[in-house]
C-alpha cells in the first residue's frame, strides 16, 4: 500500500476517534438535562445507530447486510457482545472508581493488549516505529488524562480492565472483518451488542415517558454521530491500517475530549497534560506513517 492510501485509512481512523471524543461533552449536557442511567446511554447509542443504518445498507445492499459467511460469523458475534461487554464494565468501573481513574486504565491498557495480541492472532508485523508510537502515546495518554488519586477498590480496577479486555478483542475482531462493508459491520455488530444491554434499559425502572425532547436529542446525537457515522468512518479506516496503529490512532478520542473541556467548559490543565497531548501527537504522526505492516484483509475461505 502506498504511503498516501495509509495516511488516508489513519485519518478516517483518526476521524472516527474524534467524533468518539464528542460523547464526554453530549453526556455532560444530557445529565444536565436528565439524570439518565449510563448503561441506559450505552444501550441508546448502539439502538439507535442500528436502525438507521439497517435501512441504508439494505438500500445500497440488499439482503448482503446480513451475511457474514464462515468464520466471519462468530467474529461479528464476537465483537458485538465485546461492544457490550465493554459498555457495561467500563461505566461500572466509572461508578466505582470515578471517570478519571477508570478512563486512564482503559485507554492506557488496550493499547497494549492491541500490541501484543495483534502479531500473534493477526500475523501483524510490529516494526520499531509501531512499538515507538505504541509506547509514547501510552505515556502521552497518561500524562494528558493525569495521574489520579490511588483507589483502594480492586474491584473497579477490574472492571476498568475488563473494559480494555473488551475493547482489544473489538479492535481485534474489526480487523479480521475489515473486507467487509463498515454499514454492515455496525449494523449487525451492535445490533447483536444491544441485546445484552436491553435488560438495563427495560428493568431499570425509568419512565422514559417523562424524559424531555432535549434528553431524546442528545441520546440521537450519540446514536448518530459518534455512533454510526463515527464507526462507519472507523471501520472504513481499518481496511487499511493494522490494529495497533489503530489503537494508536483512537488515542485522538482523549485528545478531542481533552480540546473540548478547553474550548467549551474553559477547564484549566497542567503543564503535563500539554505535553501528553504533543506526545500523543507524535505518536499518531508515527502510526500513520506506518507504525506496523498490514496484511491484506483477505476474505477467509
Known amino acids: 500500500m502506498k504511503i498516501s492510501g ?8 483518526c476521524l472516527g476517534a474524534t467524533l ?19 448503561a441506559a446511554v450505552g444501550f441508546f447509542r448502539l ?17 448482503e447486510t446480513l451475511r457474514f459467511p464462515g468464520g466471519d460469523a ?20 466509572v461508578a466505582d472508581i470515578g471517570v478519571a481513574f477508570a478512563t486512564l486504565i482503559t485507554i492506557c491498557t488496550a493499547p497494549l493488549l492491541v500490541g501484543i495480541s495483534a502479531p ?37 480496577i477490574l472492571w476498568a480492565a475488563a473494559a480494555a479486555l473488551a475493547y482489544s478483542v473489538f479492535v481485534l475482531c474489526s480487523r479480521r472483518l475489515a473486507h467487509h462493508d463498515p454499514g454492515k459491520i455496525v449494523v449487525v455488530g451492535f445490533g447483536v451488542g444491544a441485546l445484552p444491554l436491553l435488560p438495563f434499559a427495560l428493568f431499570a425502572g425509568l419512565d422514559y415517558g417523562t424524559w424531555p425532547p432535549a434528553a431524546w436529542g442528545v441520546l440521537l446525537y450519540v446514536g448518530l454521530v ?17 490494529a495497533t496503529a489503530a489503537s494508536i490512532l483512537a488515542l485522538s478520542e482523549p485528545l478531542t475530549a481533552t480540546a473540548i473541556a478547553l ?33 491484506p484483509a483477505a476474505v477467509p475461505r
Open 120 to 156: 500473534l492472532l493477526l500475523k501483524e508485523r510490529l516494526t520499531r516505529r509501531g512499538l515507538a508510537g505504541l509506547l509514547i502515546g501510552v505515556i502521552g495518554a497518561a500524562l494528558l488524562l493525569g495521574m489520579p488519586q490511588s483507589h483502594e477498590n480492586p474491584t473497579g
Open 6 to 13: 495509509q495516511v488516508s485509512a489513519a485519518l478516517l481512523v
Open 20 to 38: 468518539w471524543g464528542t460523547v464526554g461533552v453530549a453526556s455532560k449536557v444530557l445529565y444536565g438535562i436528565e439524570a439518565v442511567p449510563p
Open 263 to 295: 474550548l467549551v467548559f474553559g477547564e484549566r490543565l497542567p503543564v503535563t497534560s500539554f505535553l501528553g497531548a504533543a506526545l500523543l501527537l507524535l505518536a499518531m504522526v508515527l502510526a500513520a506513517r506506518g507504525g506496523g505492516a498490514a496484511r
Open 226 to 242: 459518534p455512533t454510526a457515522l463515527a464507526y462507519i468512518a472507523y471501520f472504513r479506516g481499518l481496511r487499511g491500517t493494522p
Open 74 to 93: 462468530a467474529r461479528i458475534v464476537g465483537l458485538g457482545l465485546a461492544m457490550a461487554a465493554y459498555q457495561i464494565c467500563y461505566f461500572q468501573a
Open 47 to 63: 439502538a439507535f445507530a442500528v436502525p438507521v443504518l439497517f435501512f441504508w445498507c439494505v438500500w445500497r445492499l440488499g439482503w
